[in-house]
């Protein structure tokens, strides 16, 4: 599902921080110069509804280096932990998204 918010992620010893273009509740997609290798394990730290931190670990699946021209540079995350709570609040969300889409509210 687009959706753009801020999010945070760590790999080794290094924070970085950065945009989602996609979430949804196996993933996302950061829009990053920070590019990732492929199989890298990161900490992400994103804030759903309420402004709850929502802390979770992911596996780099994909990159983007430009080879996909309509798309912006960065990676896509696969979650790897995610708590049960911030999982049900993604389905929740994102069924939400879906229907506003459907009903013109986002013109992406």
Not at 17 to 44: A, E, N, R, W
Request: glycine letters at 10%; a negative charge; proline letters at 6%.
């Amino acid at each position: 599902m687009y959706q753009k918010m801020s999010v945070w992620w760590k790999n080794e010893n290094l924070i970085f921080d950065g945009i989602t273009l996609d979430i949804c509740p196996g993933g996302l997609f950061i829009v990053t110069g920070h590019l990732l290798p492929l199989k890298s394990i990161i900490d992400i730290l994103f804030c759903l509804a309420k402004g709850a931190p929502c802390f979770c670990q992911g596996e780099v699946i994909w990159v983007n280096r430009g080879q996909i021209t309509h798309y912006p540079p960065g990676f896509g995350v696969q979650f790897l932990k995610i708590e049960p709570d911030i999982l049900e609040q993604l389905i929740v969300l994102c069924s939400d998204w879906e229907g506003e889409e459907r009903a013109g509210l986002y013109n992406w």
